[in-house]
């Protein structure tokens, strides 16, 4: 238990990060608009593309993501 803990506090930071960098001045300055960032889920039926990609909507929304 403790180590999917750690697991989901280190996501947290990863994503935290990204968001930073996303919404800094270096991105956004002199007009420049920047490019999305995109994931892409693949495999086959019912592997769990839907809900991870709903696990992950649901945790990066609250951050600040526009998903």
Do not use: H, W
């Amino acid at each position: 238990m403790k180590e999917r803990k750690d697991i989901e506090q280190l996501f947290e930071q990863k994503a935290k990060s990204i968001l930073a960098y996303l919404k800094s001045r270096l991105r956004y300055g002199n007009g420049f608009l920047p490019r999305p960032f995109m994931i892409e889920f693949t495999g086959p039926p019912s592997a769990g593309k839907s809900t991870t990609i709903k696990e992950l909507y649901d945790f990066l929304r609250p951050l600040g993501f526009k998903v």
